[in-house]
């Protein structure tokens, strides 16, 4: 158990979930966290990670560093992204059985799951069938990380915990054009269309694939909580259990950015939609006692406050 004289490292600490983690870790009052810059610490840098961890030699380690992107990302830097998650994932994980660190929250993603897999994906789909092209060697990583998980704690009997968090969103998010996911991508495309006499909103794909999503706070109540917890399985979905479809989530943002404003939403039906659904099986997660607070309208409009802050924005944003 996670106490106060805990020491905590979260990798990862500038990302949308890491920067979660570590607020809530500060909000319940743990004093001995820390973190390093990507700077001064490349986690792809074997030797330097180990020497890192040997000297820090935290008691628990939040994994939430990983190269992270949307559908165009995913596809054109395939090669960065199955290097780069391996590379991560090897050195922060090995080190820490290394140096006898047993417990450790490694986070995935829901695209490691087969992408014509039923529907809610439950955790026992994993390997079961063809993975959705655009983002395989992302997932391909990600499958590699649970199973070394896995595989560590069977052999090495370490509390090494994979949870697969659905699309999260929340501050901190990456909202660069090119590689966003789709909801950040959203909140952007429709903020952008706030002050300008465009009425058109462009969107990938037809609308209709269906997604889940969750706040990112969600996610890091999630990993405390789990870190916190003896489950037999390592692998667990995170998520609310309920989806909606891109077009729906479109018009939810453009009801709380933009209430007064006529949009018309125009879909570009050449760009792909991805995995026609994505919805996770959470049963497992709520057996173990924990549930998403998930509310969807309040989290996304702290989001909204917060992409206007990092965009130094504050002055455009008038809650509705
Ligand atoms: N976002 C989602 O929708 C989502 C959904 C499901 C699961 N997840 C999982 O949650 C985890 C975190 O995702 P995220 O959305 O928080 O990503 P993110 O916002 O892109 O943050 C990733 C973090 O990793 C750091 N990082 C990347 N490469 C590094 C390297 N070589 N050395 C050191 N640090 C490095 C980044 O540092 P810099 O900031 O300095 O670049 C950043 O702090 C990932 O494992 C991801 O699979 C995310």
Redesign the pocket.
Known sequence: MINKKSKIYV?????????AILRKLKHKGYKKIFTI???K????NQSKVLSFIKKKKPDFIF???????GIFSNQKYKAEFIY??L??QLNVINAAYLCGIKNLI?????CVYPRNCKQPIKESYLLNGKLEKTNDA?AIA?IAGIKMCESYNEQYKTNYKCL??????GP???YDDLNS?F?PALIKKIHTLKDTKNTKLKLWGDGSAKREVIF?DD?ADACLYFMNKKTKENLINIGTGKDFSIKDYAHFILKIIIPNKKIKIIFDKSKPNGTPRKVMDIKLAKKYGWKPAGILNDSILETYKSFLKENNDTKKYKRK
């Open positions: 990798a990862g600490h500038k990302g949308l979930v890491g920067s810059d990507r700077k610490l490349d986690l792809t994994l939430a560093a990983a190269k992270v992107g780069s998650n590379a991560i490694f986070l995935g993603s829901s992302y990600k697969m968090p659905t699309n999260t969103f901190n998010d990456n996911h909801f990112v996610i």
